[in-house]
T-cell receptor, first 112, second 109 residues
Framework: DAGITQSPRHKVTETGTPVTLRCHQT?????MYWYRQDPGHGLRLIHY???????DKGEVSDGYSVSRSKTEDFLLTLESATSSQTSVYFC???????????FGPGTRLTVL | EDQVTQSPEALRLQEGESSSLNCSYT??????LFWYRQDPGKGPEFLFT???AGEEKEKERLKATLTKKESFLHITAPKPEDSATYLC??????????FGAGTTVTVRA
């Protein structure tokens, strides 16, 4: 498995505050992804990166931005958190988009 | 629109009682189908990848099969430690994963 860590693992915040989640990988994988997981839904892609400084939108990107300044780090930012962004967020990485994506342990975010 | 549907949503089994999980899909193009296992509070853990109809993969008590419209995950003689949510995901033509909502399996001793 890829060495993937996410921080923080749990966070409670208030509506309107900015929040940044971090994904760190030690596998030198080029591709990194942010998903959210909600009850009754499958994992849904928020944003992904195909290299340093190269990112693109996924299915549910509204209200989120990302940045990747180093191969190993992929940041997800909620500029102004809303209650609808309460969710569990997972980071995934892979060396090739055809290959298996390996997932981190997740961050549980609650927006009050 | 790409759709991946898993059934049933939940499955309760007695230890040793074999069963199958279904993953049906309608997507623009299939580049691969992935099965993951997810335990409560953890990230998905990779199980299998299938690339073409007729392909099968096995690992311990699990066997995954693929047709042109669906995939099955067969659990043979399950044990309590097989209790988890099983996720199916399809890699589409644009090389993005579309996930089903999962099947939660509970195996009682």
């Amino acid at each position: 498995d890829a060495g993937i860590t996410q921080s923080p693992r749990h966070k409670v915040t208030e509506t309107g505050t900015p929040v940044t989640l971090r994904c760190h990988q030690t596998e030198n994988h080029r591709y990194m992804y942010w998903y959210r997981q909600d009850p009754g839904h499958g994992l849904r892609l928020i944003h992904y990166s195909y290299g340093v400084k190269d990112t693109d939108k996924g299915e549910v990107s509204d209200g989120y931005s990302v940045s990747r300044s180093k191969t190993e780090d992929f940041l997800l930012t909620l500029e102004s958190a809303t209650s609808s962004q309460t969710s569990v967020y997972f980071c995934a990485t892979t060396g090739s988009p055809r290959d298996t994506q390996y997932f981190g342990p997740g961050t549980r975010l609650t927006v009050l | 629109e790409d759709q991946v549907t898993q059934s049933p949503e939940a499955l309760r089994l007695q230890e040793g009682e074999s069963s199958s999980l279904n993953c049906s899909y309608t997507v623009s193009g299939l580049r691969g189908l992935f099965w993951y296992r997810q335990d409560p509070g953890k990230g998905p853990e990779f199980l299998f990848t299938l690339y073409s109809a007729g392909e099968e993969k096995e690992k311990e008590r699990l066997k995954a099969t693929l047709t042109k419209k669906e995939s099955f995950l067969h659990i043979t003689a399950p044990k309590p430690e097989d209790s988890a949510t099983y996720l199916c995901a399809v890699l589409t033509d644009d090389y993005k994963l579309s996930f089903g909502a999962g099947t939660t399996v509970t195996v009682r001793a």
